[in-house]
């Protein structure tokens, strides 16, 4: 299958900045996207999704910006607060069934 | 409405061994997929269940099957465990049929391999 990965592993912020997480995909044929935050001890939550017709997104507090040229997706989250620390995975869909995880980055937030 | 509930929450079995985890799906919720998550890493797809029937599977060995009962639930059984099958097992439930949805996810079985 094609991979989805992320570049930056890691992810420190101040609480109050604005957050961005980036994600890189390789299947130029993949046509849908989520963004999922996951906690210590829990499953992934969903946050936010983006079809391929679009290239922006906004959910509250959190936008997702897709750029089909480069095949690269981000997620931004406004005024971090401390409750976002997580990790968060981009995941792309291939075809109707199967989703493909990124191997996720680790936000934390500074209080 | 109840969420997605997996058990049992921990679980030690040694090589060889054979393992069933289980999961119920959110209310209403008619499709079932399974996931495994290795430490530090993003989940992997298994397999997908729609209406009791396989429907897509992942990159796994045929040692990894599950079922789907009428009322949803779901069962993943592992055989011939092997040391790399320790992970986090992640199931989701789905309300509209396999199609790409948002999927709720359950806390997870946590499955360590000695």
């Known amino acids: 299958g094609e991979s989805v990965g992320l570049h930056l592993p890691t992810l420190s912020v101040q609480e109050g900045d604005n957050s961005i997480i980036n994600c890189a995909y390789s299947?130029?044929?993949?046509?849908?996207f989520i963004w999922y935050k996951q906690e210590s001890g829990k499953g992934p939550q969903f946050i936010i999704d983006i079809r391929s017709n679009m290239d922006k997104r906004q959910g509250q507090r959190v936008t997702v910006l897709l750029n089909k040229t480069v095949k690269h997706l981000s997620l931004q989250i406004a005024a971090t607060q401390p409750g976002d620390s997580a990790v968060y995975f981009c995941?792309?869909?291939?075809?109707?069934?199967?989703?493909?995880f990124g191997t996720g980055t680790s936000l934390t937030v500074i209080p | 409405e109840t969420g997605v509930t997996q058990s049992p929450t921990h679980l030690i079995k040694t090589r060889g061994q054979q393992v069933t985890l289980r999961c119920s799906s959110q209310?209403?919720?008619?499709?079932v997929s399974w996931y495994q998550q290795a430490l530090g890493q993003g989940p992997q797809f298994i397999f997908q269940y729609y209406r009791e029937e396989e429907n897509g599977r992942g990159n796994f060995p045929p040692r990894f099957s599950g079922l789907q009962f009428p009322n949803y639930s779901s069962e993943l059984n592992v055989n011939a465990l092997e040391l790399d099958d320790s992970a986090l097992y992640l199931c989701?439930?789905?309300?509209?049929?396999?199609?790409?949805?948002?999927?709720?996810f359950g806390p997870g079985t946590r499955l360590t391999v000695l």
């Open positions: 989701a439930s789905s309300p509209k049929g396999p199609s790409y949805n948002e999927q709720f």
């Open positions: 995941a792309e869909n291939i075809s109707g069934n199967q989703f493909y």
């Open positions: 299947n130029s044929a993949s046509d849908y």
């Open positions: 209310s209403g919720h008619n499709t």
